[in-house]
Structure formats: C-alpha cells, structure tokens
C-alpha cells in the first residue's frame, strides 16, 4: 500500500483472518489518526478488516503537511476501498469523523450494511470547532474538548504542529457540513454522544433520524466529548459496532 494512501489497515493483537467476512472503516475525530480509536475495535471478531482513515500530518503521515479536501477523502473511498475485494462495510466516525463517515456510506450504497456516528450533531445545528477562526482559538478549544495529553499541550513544538492539524481539519468539517441537510442514507444509523459534551449539543441528537430511511437508534452516555474512550463505556461502544457489524 502507498505511503500516502489514506486508508490503512488498523493492526490487531488477536490477529486477523486470512480471508474476511466484513469491513469497519474508522473515520476519527479532527487532530487525530485513527488509532486514537484502537482500543474500541481491538477486540472484534478476526474475521472483520478494520481500515483507518489517515489524512496528512498524523500518524504515519506525521511529516505531511496537514490540509484534505471532501473531494480527495471521498476519492479514496472509491479508489482505495471500492476497488478491494467487496465486503459487507460499516462506516464509523466521531466528531469531524461522523459527517465524513456519513457521506462515505452514501457514496458506499450497496456496500454499506450499516452507520455508527459518534459526537456529532447533523445539518445545520452550530457547532463550536467553526467558530473556530485562529491558532488561538484552536488551542481553546483542544483545552475545552478534552482528549489531548497533557504532554502535548506543555511541548510547544507539538502544539503548534497538532494546532495546524486541528485547524485543517476543522476547514474540512466545514466543507462536511456545508449541505449537510440533503444528505440521506438507506441503512440503520447507530447514534452515540456524551451529555457533558462541552463541543456538541446532546439534544439535537434526535434529529440523525431524518438523515436515514432505516432504522436510526440514539444513546447518550454519560461524559464529555470522549466518553467514548472512558472504561465504564468503552465496551458498550464496541458491542454496537459488533451488532452493526453483525447486521440483523
């Protein structure tokens, strides 16, 4: 696989199986590489290939400067994913990842068995990360979210770089928002959110269900932005991956 490849495969201690009967695409939240999300798939059946979006300035693309249009993620889609062996796909995504995700399965169509999005609110309902408009701001708002080690926040060279990722990323789920209203898919729809987010609205949650046909089941959890990655939650996040995956 090229190195600048967006999508790679997410490594599992258990190991995976040689031939698989499903796929999980992992689209993570903005800031951050895929395997911040590793400890909420590592436990899935062998037999589901796990592939992680990696988009420039994280990761194993860390020295690449940061910046990814909706355009070249959804291409990658259909030039990365599509041309592999087809598979039964659930699309999952947190935050910035959630509006992705949602667009990736629309575009997956037949593919696509199923959707999970994570700490998100659709269409046109505020967001905080786009009120977003400087270096400042996006440190305030790695502060309010949570989620960034302390490490990072104390090391200025690391915080200016992980600051210019956020900031790319930030563009992007505006280009991912823009529109948002339209989009609509044909497959059951997994909606999870903290009710202490500090960066989105738990109320507003409810209103995923215009963006399906299918079923569209909603669960909050207590905690903030990344209650997802709490231990009390953790496995109850995985388990609706699982069931997505599963299919009914």
């Known amino acids: 696989m090229p190195t600048d490849s967006l999508w790679w495969p997410l490594l599992r201690t258990r190991g995976v199986a040689s031939v698989p009967r499903a796929r999980l695409l992992v689209f993570p939240h903005s800031g951050s590489g895929p395997n911040t999300l590793f400890p909420l798939f590592e436990s899935l059946p062998e037999d589901v290939e796990v592939l992680g979006l990696s988009l420039p300035g994280r990761e194993r693309r860390f020295g690449e400067p940061p910046g990814c249009t909706l355009a070249q993620v959804l291409d990658s889609v259909s030039d990365e994913v599509l041309r592999r062996d087809p598979l039964p796909t659930v699309v999952f995504g947190h935050s910035l990842g959630a509006l992705l995700a949602t667009r990736a399965a629309r575009l997956l169509?037949?593919?696509?068995?199923?959707?999970?999005?994570?700490?998100?609110?659709?269409?046109?309902?505020?967001?905080?990360?786009h009120a977003t408009s400087s270096e400042e701001d996006a440190v305030r708002l790695l502060r309010d979210g949570g989620g960034t080690p302390a490490w990072v926040m104390e090391d200025p060279a690391m915080l200016a770089h992980v600051t210019r990722v956020l900031c790319a990323d930030i563009e992007l789920s505006r280009e991912a928002a823009a529109g948002f209203e339209d989009v609509r898919l044909d497959v059951p729809l997994d909606v999870l959110g903290g009710t202490a987010d500090?960066?989105?609205?738990?109320?507003?949650?409810?209103d995923w269900a215009a963006h399906t046909t299918g079923p569209c089941r909603v669960r909050r959890f207590e905690g903030d932005h990344f209650f997802l990655l709490t231990p009390e939650h953790r496995g109850e996040v995985t388990e609706v991956l699982r069931a997505a995956l599963t299919g009914p």
């Open 109 to 129: 169509g037949a593919h696509c068995r199923a959707a999970v999005v994570s700490g998100q609110v659709p269409g046109r309902t505020p967001r905080l990360a």
């Open 198 to 206: 500090p960066l989105i609205p738990p109320e507003p949650l409810d």
